[in-house]
C-alpha cells in the first residue's frame, strides 16, 4: 500500500533516520541486573524489515491477512520493539498485551483477536489465534532485509479493563502515519519534547511505554528500555544517557524516593518528566518538584478512550496542588446525578468533548460510553474551581487504581468465592503509601469457626489473578454486607474504607 507524499508512516521514518545516522545509537535495552542489548538505527531498520517479511509469510501460512490485527505478547525489550515495528511495515494493527496474563484473560483476548497472529510464548497458543514465537527473525536470514511493502495502515489498540474486568481492545484513532513537516507537533513541544533528546523508558510495553517509545523513535530520540523496572538502575542511567524525558506513575516516583542515589544524582539533564496514570500523594509530588524543576514535570489526565486532555505544569501544581490541570484541547463538563450542571467546587461526574471525541472502536466487542449530548464520560467523578482547574476525587464506578493499574473487585470476588472455604466475600481499596489503593478483601468463611488461612487465600488467589489484583490484606467477617437483593453494599461493608 502507497501513502500521499505528504505523509510517512513510522516504518518509513525508521528507514529515513537509518539513512541519516546508520551508526548512532537507537535502542538501548537494560536487563533488570544491569546488562544491556543495543540496536543501531541501521541495525533497527534491517532487523525490523526481516521481521516484517517473516510476518507477512505466517500471516499468510495461518490464513491471516498481513493487515490484520497482531497480538504481542512478549516481555518488555528489544523482541517486543522489533515484532511492533516489524508488524507496522507490514501494515497490521498492533495490539501489545501483558505477557503476564492469567489463562482467563488470554482466552478473552485471544477470541478478540481471532483471524489475527498473536506473537508470544507457549502458554498464548489457542485455536482461535495462529501464535508466532518471538524472536523467529533471527533464523530468517534469507527473507532479505529491504523496505516492506505495507498491506494496510500501521495501527494500534490497548487493551483495558471493562467493567466486568474482562478486557476490551480500544481501537487508537490516529495511525501511526505522520505529516513529515509536523513530526513534532505542538503538545510536543508544549511539554518538553524535541527531536534527537535521550528517553528513559520505565513503563512496560503493554501500558503506556509503548506510546512513549514509539512516538520517540518517530522524534529520532534515543530509547533506554528498561525491561523491569528497577529503582536503583534509575539514576545511574539519567546520569550515563544524560536522560531527557521519560513517563513515570505515581508507584515508581515513591519507590524511586526510596533510593538514596536519586537525591544526590546529576538529574540536570531532565527536560520532561510526564506524569500519570493515577492520583500522587501531594508530599511525593512536592519531593519531585524539589528534586527537578517544577517547569519540567507535566501531570495529564487522559485515557485510552481518548476523549480529551488535561494537563497541568509544575509551577502550575504549586499553585494548586493536587490538581490534574486545565483541558489542553477539550471541555469538561461536571454533571450532578440528575444531568443537571455541577457549580463551581461541586464534585460530580466528568463528561468530556473534544473536536474528535466519539464513541470508543473496539476490536471485538465493547460497551458504549455513556453520553450527555456530544459528550462522553468514563465514569470519573471531580471538581472544577473557579480558575478552572479540575480535582479528581475517585470513580463513579467500583475500579480500583492499584499502582497505575485498573482491578476489578467484581473479578477478584469471583474468584474467591471458588474458594470451598468462602461463603462470601466483597473487596474493596484501601490507601496505600506505594499503590495509591490496595486490594483489601473481607471474607466470610463457609465455616465460621473455621476461617480459611490467609496465605491459602493468598495462594489460590495468585494461581488465578494477575498479581496487581491479588489483595494485598485479608478481614474475616461474619456478614459482607449484601442486601436482601443480593445487593453489595460496599461502603457499608468496608467501614467508609473506600
Known amino acids: 500500500m502507497t501513502f500521499a507524499p505528504d505523509r510517512i508512516t513510522i516504518g518509513e521514518r525508521i528507514g529515513a533516520l537509518a539513512a541519516e545516522h546508520p551508526e548512532t545509537l537507537a535502542i538501548v535495552s537494560v536487563a533488570p541486573d544491569g546488562t544491556r542489548q543495543t540496536l543501531t538505527w541501521e541495525q533497527l531498520e534491517r532487523v525490523t524489515n526481516v521481521a516484517a517479511r517473516g510476518l507477512i509469510e505466517r500471516a499468510r501460512a495461518a490464513g491471516a491477512s498481513p493487515a490484520g490485527p497482531v497480538g504481542i505478547a512478549l516481555p518488555s525489550g528489544l523482541d517486543h520493539v522489533i515484532a511492533t515495528l516489524a508488524a507496522w511495515k507490514a501494515g497490521a494493527l498492533v495490539v501489545p498485551l501483558n505477557h503476564e496474563a492469567t489463562e482467563t484473560e488470554r482466552a478473552a483476548l485471544r477470541a478478540k483477536l481471532a483471524g489475527g497472529l498473536l506473537i508470544g510464548g507457549r502458554e498464548w497458543s489457542g485455536e482461535e489465534t495462529g501464535t508466532v514465537a518471538g524472536g523467529w527473525w533471527r533464523d530468517d536470514d534469507g527473507l532479505g532485509d529491504g523496505p516492506v511493502e505495507a498491506a494496510g495502515v500501521p495501527r494500534s489498540a490497548s487493551a483495558s479493563g471493562g467493567s466486568t474486568g474482562l478486557p476490551r481492545i480500544v481501537i487508537r484513532r490516529r495511525p501511526w502515519v505522520y505529516d513529515p513537516e509536523r513530526l513534532l ?67 515508581q516516583m515513591r519507590m524511586l524516593l526510596e533510593v538514596p542515589a536519586l537525591a544526590e544524582a546529576d538529574l540536570t539533564s531532565i527536560e520532561a518528566v510526564h506524569q500519570g496514570a493515577g492520583p500522587c500523594l501531594v508530599e511525593v509530588k512536592r519531593r519531585w518538584l524539589e528534586l527537578v524543576a517544577p517547569k519540567v514535570v507535566f501531570e ?3 485515557s485510552v478512550e481518548r476523549l480529551g486532555l488535561v494537563t497541568i505544569r509544575g509551577d502550575e501544581w504549586l ?35 473534544s473536536a474528535t471525541t466519539g464513541q470508543p472502536e473496539y476490536l471485538g466487542d465493547g460497551p458504549p460510553l455513556r453520553s450527555h449530548g456530544d459528550f462522553l464520560t468514563l465514569g470519573d467523578a471531580g471538581r472544577i474551581d473557579q480558575e478552572g482547574y479540575l480535582f479528581l476525587v475517585g470513580r463513579t464506578s467500583d475500579v480500583l487504581n492499584v499502582g497505575g493499574a485498573n482491578v476489578y473487585p467484581s473479578e477478584i470476588e469471583a474468584v474467591l468465592l471458588g474458594h470451598p472455604a468462602v ?6 481499596g484501601k490507601p496505600h503509601e506505594y499503590l495509591g489503593e490496595a486490594v483489601h478483601a473481607l471474607v466470610a468463611a463457609a465455616d465460621p469457626q473455621s476461617p480459611p488461612d490467609r496465605w491459602d487465600l493468598d495462594a489460590y488467589c495468585r494461581e488465578h489473578l494477575s ?16 442486601t436482601s437483593a443480593g445487593k453489595l453494599r460496599r461502603g457499608a461493608a468496608t467501614g467508609g474504607a473506600r
Open 185 to 251: 507537533s505542538d503538545a510536543d513541544r508544549e511539554t518538553g519534547l524535541r527531536f534527537g533528546q535521550a528517553q528513559l523508558v520505565t513503563l512496560p510495553m503493554y501500558h503506556a511505554g509503548f506510546t512513549g517509545l514509539h512516538h520517540g523513535l518517530v522524534l529520532d530520540h534515543t530509547i533506554v528500555l528498561l525491561e523491569r523496572f528497577v529503582p536503583t538502575l534509575f539514576a545511574g542511567l539519567v546520569e550515563e544517557f544524560r536522560v531527557n524525558c521519560f513517563r513515570i506513575v505515581p508507584t
Open 300 to 302: 495529564d489526565y487522559s
Open 319 to 353: 499553585e494548586h496542588p493536587g490538581s490534574v490541570g486545565r483541558p489542553t484541547d477539550c471541555e469538561v463538563l461536571v454533571l450532578r446525578p440528575d444531568g443537571t450542571p455541577a457549580e463551581t467546587n461541586e464534585v460530580g461526574e466528568l463528561y468530556l468533548r
Open 423 to 428: 461463603r462470601d466475600t466483597v473487596v474493596v
Open 467 to 482: 498479581l496487581a489484583k491479588v489483595p494485598l490484606s485479608y478481614e474475616f467477617v461474619d456478614d459482607v454486607g449484601r
